[in-house]
């Protein structure tokens, strides 16, 4: 089985067929927003309006959230609070004490709330890896209100055949995922890069974003129950099958057929909304923040958030300064190639140090990981120094003992500007799976409130200040030489 395993992961799987993703948002051209109402410093990010959907509302509807603990505890009082709706979308729940008191607070909340709707997005490999996991820990919630909640497991269409049959755990999960974090609780929205697990609610340092507006829950409920109708639906007898309105399983069948009408089925909410928005954006005349959604789903053919962000990088302006994270440094080739010879900002990229990192110290080759990312960063370095961009580009690691490191995202400040004008949060790390394989959301946020800005920039300089320059380590530190020799032919897969 091996000799397959080695063969399977060597080479590319064929990338979905794009469809016109984007061009679907432009086909009604006379409803187009064009600027930011009552802010003329931003009119040179008004090319957003034409790439997503558009919410706006005030810098006073978002908070902004700094620190695991706080982000379990506002997971766990939302549940509580919840009368209609919540929507939990993440890689997995993790199976703990904690993560068993969530699930205690959701069947108390079932219990007092007759109409209250629980919909459960996870993905469908990590979601079952082992004999105690995800699903099991949902399941007597399935079984005890069947008519309230919907738990639904990803299943990539890329994992089929053989493939599926001989790819042990783990293995399997290299082909793609349900990557995104999406926490709703009736008309608000929690926007992360976090999962459902112990780590992420104690010591795991994530970035997480909580906007209450009903019009932005709306759209990312309709969105997750979208991508649960070409999900698996966990029955009360613990069975996986078709949602009541698909009729092709991910990994029988026609692949093609399956990601044809997937991708329809976003594309066709993304449009309606798009339209929608655009024609009601004159009835928040108080807006002073403006929130585009992005979406990710390689696997099904749809790039929007990477379209989106290198459009970004690309734009930055002389004099304008870009701050850019990740939890794991695997830029895409065309992200670096932008950030070398098209962006003029001043940038500076933040990651994990080894020490960190998530992956430091596992069995196996996974413990290869870390240094992995250090060969990537240090190829992108050296490269910034042939072209002699290495001034306009510096890099930082994040170390806090007993923690790990998991925040991605960017900050963006125009000319002159000393606080952000822009963020983007969310699930994707910028990276190979981020743009290829996995599923992905994340929020572009453009705002002109300065108090919002003001913790936006408090949030930027909690995670620097954990952080030291890191140009020499990353050129000094050694990497085994199998790391080397693996590297290339698994870049896509971590």
Not at 155 to 163: E, F, S
Request: charged share 20%; aromatic share 10%.
């Amino acid at each position: 089985m091996m000799p397959y395993l080695r063969r399977l992961f060597s080479q590319e799987l064929s990338p979905a067929a794009q469809g016109d993703f984007l061009g679907c948002l432009q086909q009604a051209p006379s409803v187009l927003a064009t600027g930011f109402p009552g802010a003329p410093a931003l009119e040179s990010l008004s090319w957003l309006h034409n790439l997503a959907p558009c919410f706006p509302l005030r810098g006073d509807q978002i908070q902004v959230i700094h620190e695991p603990k706080h982000f379990y505890e506002t997971l766990v009082h939302r549940i509580g609070q919840a009368k209609r709706r919540i929507v939990l979308a993440s890689l997995y729940l993790g199976t703990g004490q904690l993560e068993n008191a969530m699930v205690q607070t959701l069947r108390h909340s079932l219990e007092q709330q007759s109409a209250l709707r629980l919909n459960v997005l996870l993905d469908f490999t990590r979601g079952t890896r082992g004999t105690l996991n995800s699903k099991t820990m949902l399941l007597p919630l399935v079984r005890d209100f069947a008519s309230q909640v919907q738990l639904s497991l990803y299943h990539t269409p890329d994992l089929r055949g053989m493939t599926k049959r001989l790819a042990p755990p783990r293995w399997n999960e290299l082909l793609g995922l349900q990557h995104m974090k999406v926490y709703l609780f009736d008309d608000a929205v929690i926007i992360s890069g976090a999962n459902l697990s112990n780590d992420y609610f104690t010591n795991r340092q994530d970035r997480y974003i909580l906007i209450e507006d009903k019009p932005l829950a709306d759209f990312y409920a309709q969105f997750i129950e979208r991508v649960q109708e070409f999900s698996l639906a966990v029955a009360p007898d613990a069975s996986e099958g078709l949602h009541r309105n698909w009729r092709i399983l991910p990994y029988e069948g026609t692949k093609e057929q399956f990601i044809q009408l997937a991708r329809k089925r976003i594309s066709d909410l993304v449009q309606e909304t798009f339209q929608r928005q655009a024609r009601t954006k004159e009835q928040n005349p108080q807006a002073d923040t403006w929130i585009f959604p992005l979406l990710e789903m390689g696997q099904i053919g749809i790039h929007h958030d990477s379209v989106v962000t290198k459009r970004l990088l690309s734009n930055c302006v002389s004099g304008s300064r870009l701050k850019l994270a990740t939890g794991y440094f695997n830029l895409t080739q065309e992200y670096m190639d932008t950030l070398t010879h098209k962006c003029l900002a001043q940038c500076s990229i933040l990651m994990a140090h080894p020490n960190a990192n998530g992956f430091q110290g596992a069995k196996g080759p996974a413990g290869g990981i870390p240094a992995a990312y250090t060969l990537i960063a240090k190829s992108f370095y050296e490269s910034l120094v042939r072209r002699k961009q290495n001034h306009r580009v510096n890099f930082f690691e994040y170390e806090k003992p007993g923690w790990t490191y998991h925040a991605k995202g960017l900050w963006y400040y125009l000319p002159e500007a000393l606080l952000p004008n822009l963020t983007l949060i969310g699930s994707s790390n910028f990276g190979e799976r981020s743009v290829n394989r996995d599923l992905e959301t994340q929020v572009c946020l453009v705002t002109a409130n300065k108090d919002l800005s003001q913790r936006l920039q408090a949030e930027a300089d909690r995670l620097y200040d954990l952080s030291q320059t890191a140009e020499r380590e990353i050129v000094q530190r050694p990497v085994p030489r199998w790391v080397q020799a693996v590297v290339r032919i698994f870049r896509n897969f971590f």
